[in-house]
C-alpha cells in the first residue's frame, strides 16, 4: 500500500501474538494470520518479509523499551545514568520494573521463550538471542560490575551469576503462572503486580547490596 498502513501492520502483530499464544510458532501459518487481521498473506510479506520476520518485529515491539533502558544504564552513556537515591544497586530496580511489566503486558512472551526458545528444537532461539539476550545480557553484566568496583555491590559477587539471578527473579514468575496461578492464587495485575514488583526488587537488592564490612 502506497506510504503503508500502521493499522494493518499493527493487527497482523496483535493477531500473530494471540495465535502465537494459542498455537505456537509453527502450527500458524501466514494466511491464518492475515485472515484473523482481515486482510492478505501479501501484507505480512510487505510488512515484515515472512512469518519469521512478523515475529521478530513482536519481539522488538516489546523489548526494545528494555533494551534503550539498560543501556542508558551502561558505563559510558551519561553522566548519573543508572543512579537512584536509596538503591542497593543503582538504576538496577528500574530495569527489573521494565522487564516484569513488559512481560506481565506481553503474556505471549513466555509462552514464546517455553515453546520457541528454550525447547530443545525451538525455531525462535537465533532470533530471540540476537534481538533481545545478546543485547540486554552482557549489558547486565556490564552495569553489575561497574556497581561493585564502585563500592555499592557485595565484593564477593559474580557480576554473571547475579545477571542470571535478575533475569530468573524477572521472568520466572510469568513463566510458571500456569501453576502459581491456580495453587497460590497469584494475579500478576494491577496492585498484586506492582507490590510483587516491589517485592522482587527488594529481594534482589537485599542480596547483591553491599553492607558495612563490603559483604
Not at 111 to 140: C, H, N, S
Not at 144 to 158: A, I, K, P, S
Request: glycine share 12%.
Amino acid at each position: 500500500p502506497a506510504g503503508g498502513d500502521a493499522a494493518v501492520r499493527e493487527s497482523l502483530l496483535e493477531h500473530g501474538r494471540d495465535l502465537l499464544l494459542q498455537h505456537g510458532f509453527g502450527n500458524v501459518s501466514t494466511r491464518q494470520i492475515a485472515a484473523a487481521a482481515g486482510t492478505t498473506p501479501a501484507m505480512i510479506h510487505y510488512y515484515f518479509g515472512d512469518k519469521r520476520g512478523l515475529y521478530r518485529a513482536m519481539i522488538e515491539s516489546a523489548v526494545q523499551p528494555l533494551i534503550d533502558s539498560v543501556r542508558r544504564l551502561e558505563p559510558g552513556a551519561g553522566a548519573g545514568a543508572g543512579t537512584g537515591a536509596g538503591d542497593g544497586a543503582p538504576g538496577l530496580e528500574t530495569v527489573m520494573r521494565a522487564y516484569m511489566r513488559m512481560v506481565a503486558a506481553n503474556p505471549w512472551f513466555p509462552a514464546l521463550l517455553i515453546r520457541e526458545v528454550l525447547d530443545q528444537k525451538g525455531r525462535m532461539r537465533g532470533d530471540f538471542i540476537e534481538r533481545f539476550a545478546g543485547k540486554t545480557a552482557p549489558a547486565l553484566v556490564a552495569v553489575l560490575r561497574r556497581e561493585r568496583e564502585q563500592g555499592r555491590l557485595r565484593v564477593d559477587l559474580d557480576p554473571r551469576f547475579a545477571a542470571v539471578s535478575l533475569l530468573s527473579l524477572c521472568v520466572f514468575p510469568f513463566v510458571s503462572l500456569p501453576i502459581t496461578g491456580p495453587v497460590l492464587g497469584f494475579r500478576p495485575e494491577g496492585d498484586e503486580l506492582d507490590r510483587f514488583i516491589s517485592h522482587t526488587a527488594q529481594l534482589f537488592r537485599e542480596g547483591v547490596a553491599a553492607h558495612g564490612d563490603g559483604k
